[in-house]
């Protein structure tokens, strides 16, 4: 893969339980990203980490909860979700300089498939 | 506000013949712009960007795309499709103005018949 390491691969969950995804990045990059993606629709952005600070939350429910412990890991943690939240979800990192708009690229981990039943 | 468009849902070319993903944007500023790939099952994969010079980029894998800053467009081409180039493709665009993030396109179905 990329460098961008995300665990489990799968995961099968009632809507009342509790689960947390974890993505682990080996490239030495300051920022990293949670993404959704759902069939026939574009990625959406979630959060994003940036020197372990969380600098953007798009209106996420908050049954959605992350964690950046270091720059290295970053963590989603699960909640009650609905059915509608099935989805694959990505985990992105990326150097991103403190100043300036990036033109780096991302990386992306393979993504944990997300079944909510 | 940033963003991206990617007019066709699927394109189907033959093996050995030039291909074209289209990609239209609009930001404020300037753009850096992306394309990335994404097979069965797995994240997706940079193949290339622009962020200012000469308007025609080489990335990965033979591919290769257009900047037009007329036709605000950033089309990914290759002179000669593999069947292994099959895959879902994804134009993204960044404003180059300080605290805006990455937007996606909707995405593009390639499929190269044998």
């Known amino acids: 893969e990329t460098g961008v390491t995300q665990t489990p691969r799968h995961l099968v969950m009632g809507m009342t339980n509790k689960k947390s995804l974890k993505c682990e990045q080996h490239l030495g990059h300051n920022a990293m990203y949670w993404y959704k993606q759902s069939a026939k629709k574009p990625l959406e952005l979630m959060f994003v980490?940036?020197?372990?600070?969380?600098?953007e939350n798009n209106s996420v429910p908050s049954r959605f909860s992350p964690e950046c412990p270091n720059s290295s890991h970053l963590f989603l943690h699960l909640h009650t979700l609905q059915p509608e939240d099935s989805a694959l979800y990505l985990c992105?990192?990326?150097?991103?300089?403190?100043?300036?708009?990036?033109?780096?690229?991302?990386?992306f981990g393979p993504g944990t498939r997300l079944t909510v039943l | 506000a940033q963003s991206v468009a990617q007019p066709e849902d699927q394109v189907n070319v033959a093996e050995g013949n030039p291909l074209t993903v289209k990609c239209t944007y609009s930001?404020?500023?300037?753009?850096?712009l992306f394309w990335y790939v994404q097979y069965p099952n797995r994240g997706l994969q940079f193949l290339l960007k622009y962020i200012t010079g000469d308007n025609l980029v080489k990335g990965s894998y033979g591919f290769e795309a257009e900047f037009n800053k007329s036709q605000t467009s950033f089309h990914l081409k290759k002179p000669s499709a593999l069947v292994s180039d099959s895959a879902l493709y994804f134009c993204?665009?960044?404003?180059?103005?300080?605290?805006?993030?990455?937007?996606f396109g909707p995405g593009t179905r390639l499929s190269v018949l044998p």
């Open positions: 980490y940036s020197l372990e600070e969380r600098v």
């Open positions: 993204a665009v960044r404003d180059d103005n300080y605290g805006q993030n990455f937007v």
């Open positions: 930001v404020s500023g300037n753009p850096y």
């Open positions: 992105a990192s990326s150097q991103d300089p403190a100043t300036r708009a990036s033109y780096n690229e991302q990386f």
